[in-house]
């Protein structure tokens, strides 16, 4: 994949999300439950005028809306995943979900889509052969570092 914009902290990560779905009216992103959740509920934020809806695991039937609320993003009523664009969460590719490159492409067959983009952390695609399997139309990739101090 060709490198083609360089994301920087959260703001830069919410930034490029949006840049990457502006063509889109509906996004579904799938990701594992708990895990990827607050993920799709952040990144939903900046595009909240739009349909978005969230996957948990491979379960489409289990589909739930992602709405605004006063309190921030949260999950909403059933739904269905058809969507725009389909952003596969990097969780769904990490060794203890325990979802196969074939039980993610079997999903993705499954949904109606235009798009599919990848959104992970610490490359765990391309450390997963996913960039290599998933025809992802884009790739976000985040790195975190931090430290934890004490007094």
């Not at 799709?40 to 589909?63: C, N, Q």
């Not at 949904?111 to 884009?138: L, N, R």
């Amino acid at each position: 994949m060709e490198k083609i914009q360089d994301v920087k902290g959260l703001g830069g990560m919410l930034n490029g999300f949006r840049d990457m779905v502006k063509d889109f009216e509906s996004i579904t992103f799938i990701g594992s439950p708990g895990f990827c959740t607050p993920f799709a509920l952040f990144l939903g934020y900046p595009v909240r005028e739009k349909r978005l809806a969230f996957v948990p695991g491979v379960s489409p039937e289990k589909t739930r809306r992602v709405i605004a609320t006063e309190y921030g993003m949260e999950l909403g009523e059933m739904c269905s995943p058809d969507a725009d664009v389909l952003v596969v969460l990097g969780g769904m590719a990490m060794p203890k979900i325990g979802v196969s490159i074939e039980d993610m492409r079997q999903l993705l067959g499954k949904i109606p889509h235009k798009s599919v983009m990848g959104v992970c952390f610490m490359g765990i695609f391309e450390k997963a052969g996913w960039c290599d399997s998933i025809e992802f139309d884009y790739v976000m990739n985040t790195i975190i570092e931090g430290d934890i101090s004490k007094r």
